[in-house]
RNA sequence: GGCCCCAUGGUCAAGCGGUUAAGACACCACCCUUUCACGGUGGUAACAUGGGUUCGAGUCCCGUUGGGGUCACCA
């Protein structure tokens, strides 16, 4: 059989070059020794994964620490899959978690084109290499025929594929494969793979260790029958010519490792480094599973930015999961950047993680409390702007009073920063007491409305707006002490039975009335921030609902 | 089901042949405190299981069990 005719006649396209072509065009990189090429190489579904952010940071530390590139690929093999807009919602994405490429798609570089489908041409190259050499030829089964060999495959517990004996076009003569292209049948281009399922070896995994491998006896498909490339073929020839050196991807790519391996030596090229990472996972009822799309929304980037976490905490987070002495780095060093942290491949877990919303919202907090008053005001205003109501966006008119707002709520200027907002929506929601737009007071008291009442009352009558913390104080204490109750802690605590209650129960009443709510930072101060009216005003609110 | 990976408290995990088996989150108690928080102190809680190897095993080996992943013209 004439191969090279079957290549011309199975790949007709004119704008291949000879191979050498490629191997000048994307030459090694000049980099300094040790240096790591990684890549993130997502599919524009129009979905980032919580998981695309995990493996991207573990390979963007790494090239970055170790002086290398790290570069954006897009595999949009998949027509199917494809979606309008999603090549910019992965750069928003990880634009807003400070994840940073050196070159990419729709950024520079001189290894692209970095979308695959630009890529046809070098696709079509090494197939028809492939089949010149014997080592790729063309297959006419239908799903049809294929489902067929399956059922026949799992029936009789056979290894399911395309292999051996079941790769029925594997032996297809010349006059068969001519009359089929003159037939116009579809054809996909295969693998005529030279592996042994029996032949087993040991691999080493940056991640895991050393793993046994078995050897790929598959055809699997490398062109499909549009002439678009597989996953697996596209990756061997993009990763060599791209001259990645490490590839951090998802431990669901340990099982089609042997056919990559398999592919980089028939292609000839030097097979990367790899480091498959396990992937978060979720408690589901008795079991765990991986972080799905479809049923966990905080599966999804997007959810991050919604609930307004801090994009440093959802890296710190990340980082926690990623590296098991990060945590403790961090603890001893809290003021320095995440970049300084020494990444360490060796550390990675090799089993999966559960994903911890209370752990998250811990680091959240933390991180929350490190901002300054303006910064907490630039980082709500940014998430109100995107996601919230229109009154939370007109807490934002008075610039001087939310400030006010956010130095009490953050505990600025107290000894210690307090640690309640986590992210922009729940702090927003935590605030929106101070506005009158939006304040819808729920008053539950546990005393009875006349103690209450009298109470509410009685410090109204003694409030005077220009007083001090210490005088108003006071006036609390003699308010409590008017309707019986205790002032002094220690009697208190001897015997509570001797009174109706302390003064934190008097105070804790006049924080209903002025805000609603149990939890607050101090009263006084809100008071002030309030102004005189409309503290008067929400006080009569109170009584008047009693 | 075949193949591969994994296995220390509820969760993340340190440990890499000899430890009273770290630390963080969560939880509980106490302290601080006019309140709410923050903070501090202490506490509950773990080496899946059975065999080896060894003077000695969480650590090495094998089996079992359990969990996860994967078996496409999807990535």
Redesign the pocket.
Known sequence: MDLNKLADALIPDENVKPLDYYETLFPERDLPKGAQVTRL???PTGFMHLGNLYVALANERIAHQSGGVFYLRI????E??KVEGAVEVIHSSLKYFDVIFDEGADLCGNYGPYY?RQRAEIYHAYAKELIKKGLAYP?????ED?EKT?EYQTEN?L????YGEFAKCRNLSEEEIYANLAAGK???IRLKSQGDVEV?HTFH?EV???????ENNQD??IL???G?????F??AIDDHFMRTTLVIR???????LPIHIELFKTLGFHLPKYG?N??I?K??G?????LSKRKDPEASLTFYREQGYHPTAVKTYMM??LN??F??WM?KFPDKPLDEFKYSI??M????????I??L???S??IM?TLSETEMYDFLKSWADDFGNEAQKSYFADKDYMLRVLTLCM?IG???????FVCAKQAMEMIDYFFDSTFAPVYEYRFDKETVKTILQGFKATYVYADD?QTW?EK??AVATASGFATD?KAY?ADPTAFPG???D???ML?IATTGL???????TIMQILGEERTFARLDKAVAAL
């Open positions: 190489a997502p599919s595999e949009d093999t998949d199917k899959r695959q297959c006419f089964c239908t799903e294929l399956r517990k290894l399911p594929g395309y579809p054809y996909v087993k995994d895991k260790g050393d793993i046994t491998v078995t699997v498909v499909k029958s549009d678009i490339p597989t996953y697996h596209a990756h998802g431990e669901e790519w340990l099982s089609s498959h396990c992937s996972q408690v589901d008795e079991t765990r599973r991986k926690t999961l098991s002495n945590e403790e603890l060796g550390k877990g090799k089993s999966g993680a559960l994903f911890d209370l752990k919202n811990d680091i907090k933390t409390a505990g107290g000894k210690k920063r307090r640690k309640d913390m104080f609390v204490k802690m605590k302390n003064v934190s008097v105070a804790e924080r149990y939890n607050t930072p101090d009263l006084w």
